[in-house]
């Protein structure tokens, strides 16, 4: 799985912290085995070329519905802040 290009000059690191924190992983690289692990997806390091479309799609959105869920509930939580 290909890392995406990041918007925002300086973000990767911000996401990877999140993603870390979110799933519980030592590294954010290990996340995506641990979730495929978790759903009995066979990932490994050097060659998924036998992945299907859906397994990956399982696995990262996994990941990046998490990530997004959380953003979205800090901008909530700033923007009430904010107006109080």
Excluded at 24 to 50: F, R, S, W
Aim: aromatic residues 2%.
């Amino acid at each position: 799985m290909a890392r995406k290009k990041i918007l925002v000059p300086g973000a990767r690191k911000g996401l990877d912290e999140l993603k870390q924190r979110l799933l519980k992983t030592q590294t954010p690289e290990n996340a995506k085995y641990e979730v495929a692990e978790e759903k009995g997806i066979p990932l490994n390091p050097y060659d998924n070329g036998n992945l299907s479309t859906r397994d990956a799609g399982r696995i990262g959105g996994a990941i990046g519905g998490q990530m997004v869920k959380e953003l979205v509930r800090q901008a909530q939580k700033d923007l009430m802040e904010k107006n109080k």
